[in-house]
């Protein structure tokens, strides 16, 4: 007879996502899957201190009369549903039993799969459809003539006090600002045949996914990418068109929006790649959804995989170069101390702690990582019912933050150095990682 192993003993395996079972969007199925892991979870109890999910699920165990989760009404595991922001982090950090263990537990893809028969039963708030659908907001929001008014109301109490009261976003969360030019209209698309500098995996040119979040909130920071990568000689160009990688979808359960953004992308990325160019994104969300959540969705499809294995955090792809003595290191400032927090969604790449290791090639310069979650996730921060769990996860990091007494801080989560920001009220922002290499480069 086989012996069971203790877990964490060998690489995590990650399976696909077996979303076209019909088994899939079961309830009944769900709900058997669902009670299986929770009792594991709650045996182990490893992943507490990581987000909102698990203390809500041990409450539900520790306040039934059995004290066990066959205690918990099945109505109460949605709880647990709608705190879970598939980070990821519970998979490729804390959990022991996840894959080869033969328990087979996959935390995140069965709270995705619970969102997916959520959406599918029509459980959503209009709200939520709304905050997801970022290609039609920013599209809106990013007219010039509508974005400074949307803007000016953003900053408005009362105005907050109302979406609070009619939309139920948090009147005290951070939102972002829009801009009327977008990055899509700063940078250039270059010919398919500018000639790249090859180096080791590096083709040495790199089309940038522009995201809906840096074409419309942060095109800056598009702008100090391109300048950054073009100084090292690497010509930088932009996807003939784009939409929304599908993260935003992807969470909320609607797997038809993700298949239709699919659709829309990969081909177009695919075709960049087969004319010699690599490919990064600058929202770790959107390089993790073309490196692992979409070829989970499409183990078969070699488009979808070929983008895969063009895809690089950008941080990533300059110490590649680094490596092979093709990084230049003309640093013309220091940057001081950073107080440098690493997101979920780069840190679940398994690429190590790439940002860290360029910011640290900069002379006089300190870099005080912090891997933990800042709780923002895009939406979870911005919604009524869950902004206060977001601004308990976040203290932790502003705690680090605090304590390092930083010249500057952020994350390569834009989005996540904003909620810090927001938590912090000190009156200082945040300062991505590339706009500090860009000024330690002095271009």
């Known amino acids: 007879m086989a012996l069971s192993r203790e877990g964490n003993l060998e690489a995590p395996t990650r399976h696909p996502l077996d979303w076209r079972n019909p088994d899939f969007r079961d309830e009944t199925s769900l709900y058997r899957e669902m009670e299986r892991v929770f009792d594991i979870c709650h045996g182990c109890r490893r992943c507490v201190s990581l987000c909102q999910s698990f203390p ?14 066959d205690g918990v009404a099945k109505a109460d595991y949605w709880k647990v549903v709608d705190h879970c922001y598939l980070c990821d982090l519970c998979y490729m950090t804390k959990c022991p039993y996840v894959p080869p263990h033969e328990w087979n537990l996959d935390f995140p893809h069965l709270m995705l799969r619970a969102k997916v028969v959520k959406f599918k039963n029509g459980d959503i708030k209009l709200r939520d459809r709304v905050l997801t659908s970022t290609d039609a907001v920013g599209k809106l929001a ?4 509508v974005a400074p008014i ?25 939102l972002p600002t829009f801009h009327g ?20 995996r590096t083709k040495g040119k790199v089309a940038l996914f522009a995201t809906c979040y840096m074409n419309r909130n942060e095109p800056g920071i598009g702008e100090d990418f391109a300048a950054v990568y073009e100084h090292n000689g690497i010509p930088v160009t932009l996807a003939e068109k784009e939409r929304c990688c ?14 239709a953004a699919k659709e829309t992308n ?7 790649v087969d004319a010699g160019w690599d490919l990064t994104a600058l929202i770790p969300s959107c390089v993790l959804m073309f490196k692992q959540e979409l070829p989970l969705m499409f183990p078969d499809d070699p488009e979808v995989q070929k983008v895969r294995a063009a895809f690089f955090d950008p941080f990533e792809y300059l110490m590649l170069r680094h490596k092979e003595g093709k990084l230049k290191t003309d640093f013309k400032q220091g940057l001081g101390k950073v107080a440098y927090h690493a997101a ?12 860290r290791e360029i910011l640290t090639l900069v002379p006089d310069t300190e870099v005080e990582i912090i891997e933990r979650c800042s709780g923002h996730d895009g939406t979870y921060a911005v919604k009524k019912e869950s902004h206060a769990a977001a601004m308990k996860i976040v203290k932790p990091v502003v705690n680090r933050v605090t304590q390092a007494q930083a010249d500057h801080y952020g994350s390569d989560c834009a989005m996540a150095g904003h909620h810090i920001e927001n938590a912090m009220k000190d009156g200082r922002g945040p300062e991505h990682p590339m706009t500090l290499l860009r000024r330690a480069y002095g271009i």
């Open 181 to 200: 030019k977008s990055l899509r209209s700063r940078l250039r698309q270059l010919p398919d045949a500018t000639p790249g500098n090859v180096a080791g």
């Open 266 to 272: 990969i081909p177009q990325l695919a075709k960049l």
């Open 344 to 355: 979920c969604h780069q840190r679940v790449q398994n690429i190590g702690q790439k940002t």
């Open 56 to 69: 809500t699920l041990f409450d539900l165990v520790d306040e039934s009369e059995t004290f066990e989760v």
């Open 142 to 145: 990013g007219i010039p003539v």
């Open 150 to 174: 949307i803007n000016a109301v953003n900053k408005l109490v009362p105005a907050r006090k109302a979406m609070q009261a009619v939309a139920e976003i948090h009147a005290d969360a951070w």
């Open 246 to 259: 599908g993260m935003p979808k992807l969470e909320l359960g609607d797997l038809d929006a993700v298949i």
